[in-house]
């Protein structure tokens, strides 16, 4: 079966009582069991059967096969946010004493989990420029327990080699770690890219339109014991398993991932190519332009398709502000892949607590702002683009 087939018709593992043709959501959190001695081989984890809803519930393990029948990945993890999928994998890799080696290219959030949270825990972060071989082969040692990536870096919309950092991780045994929430894992396979794990933001294309959080863990198997620790000691003792109401919700987002997602990406290169045209910008990131220096690479990795995160640069602050003022269509938010068009300034929001020193470093500009595409008619979109950029002081 093809991909979009796949995403309507894996079926339940088991037969419905009423044999309802969408997954129906169990709220139970906990299950009954016939006999003793049956029940203690569940809890033994010998039987793979939901006993308690934060390790185990049918209508997230359903959501997981999906995505385990999408990526032909060997295990699936589902989590109550990405950024619960992006702890446990970095936790169930680390130790104190060990290093995780990635860039300062990295989403808010995760930056700030490698360089304080896991710092505070003894794990050091090695932060390189991951699109340069040497300097990542310079940092790698003994101690180092992963590299960890973006695969379309957020808002720098840089993309590293994952072929070339495979092939150095292959050489010292530990894993390849990709956050892949900018290009939906339909699009391409993570396997064949190099990776051993991906991470993902279902909050973001999954969820089918901004109606839930959550986040994956794909696992292509490559590292027993760390998917060992994933299962059990990750989803049991963190407790960031997803709930039942939004892996219903996400289910239902796989199944329109396809036709919306392919809808976006359409959009959002033409509103890359709209922008790329306006005197006032002064530049885009867009990875499906052939003039961002990444094209071909991601092209190589992700296809043919290149997601809906546009940003572009206007001359400075005020101007950005100006035209995150003037916006009457696009919606003043965070958040990506909404069926809304949103726009925010990451400089002063998403990066808003880290320092100005540090942001300089990690290359987040006063100047840029991000778009999320959406399902919108494009006609309109541009209209409001065009009034907000020309009233935004840089016309002037
Ligand atoms: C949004 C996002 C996250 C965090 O996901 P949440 O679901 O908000 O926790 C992580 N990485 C990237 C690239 C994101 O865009």
């Known amino acids: 079966m093809k991909k979009s087939t796949k995403a309507i018709h894996t079926p339940y593992e088991r037969r419905d009582a009423w044999d309802s043709l969408q997954i129906p959501v169990y709220n139970s959190m906990a299950y009954e069991f016939d006999d003793a001695a049956y029940m203690s081989e569940v809890f033994s984890g010998k039987v793979i059967v939901p006993d308690y809803s934060r390790v185990l519930n049918p209508t997230v393990m359903h959501f997981e096969d999906r995505v385990k029948a999408l990526t032909d990945a060997k295990e699936v993890s589902a989590f109550n946010s990405g950024m619960a999928a992006i702890s446990a994998m970095l936790i169930s890799v680390a130790e104190a004493g060990k290093n995780i080696v990635s860039s300062r290219h990295m989403f808010g959030n995760t930056y700030l989990l490698v360089t304080r949270t896991l710092a505070r825990l003894g794990v050091e972060a090695r932060l390189v420029d991951l699109c340069n071989a040497e300097e990542v082969e310079s940092v790698v040692d003994e101690n180092t327990c992963c590299i960890f990536l973006e695969s379309v870096t957020n808002p720098q919309t ?54 839930c959080m959550g986040g994956l863990i794909i696992d292509y198997g490559n590292f027993p014991v760390i998917s060992e620790r994933i299962k059990k000691e990750m989803v049991f003792n963190l407790g960031g398993y997803l709930n039942p109401q939004a892996a219903y919700m996400q289910v239902l987002g796989l199944e329109t991932l396809g036709v919306r997602y392919k809808r976006q990406a359409e959009s959002a290169k033409e509103i890359a190519e709209f922008l790329e045209s306006l005197p006032e910008v002064k530049g885009v990131g867009y990875i499906g332009l052939e003039s961002h220096p990444d ?67 990690m290359d987040v500009k006063p100047t840029t702002i991000r778009l999320s595409i959406g399902l919108e008619d494009t006609d309109d979109l541009k209209e409001d683009l065009l009034q907000a950029i020309k009233g935004s002081g840089n016309g002037k």
């Open 295 to 361: 094209h071909n690479l991601a092209k190589s990795l992700y296809g043919e398709t290149a997601g809906a995160m546009v940003t572009f640069e206007l001359k400075d602050i005020e101007a950005c502000y100006d035209f995150i003022n003037s916006l009457k269509l696009l919606h003043r938010a965070t958040n990506l892949f909404d069926n809304r068009s949103l726009a925010i300034h990451p400089y002063s929001t998403i990066f808003a607590t880290i320092s100005d020193e540090e942001k300089r470093e």
């Open 158 to 211: 840089e993309v590293a080699d994952t072929k070339m950092l495979s092939h150095i991780a292959k050489k010292w045994g530990f894993p390849l770690i990709a956050d892949t929430t900018i290009i939906p894992f339909t699009e391409f396979d993570g396997r064949a890219i190099g990776l051993d794990f991906q991470v993902v933001s279902s909050t973001k294309y999954i969820s089918g339109g901004a109606t």
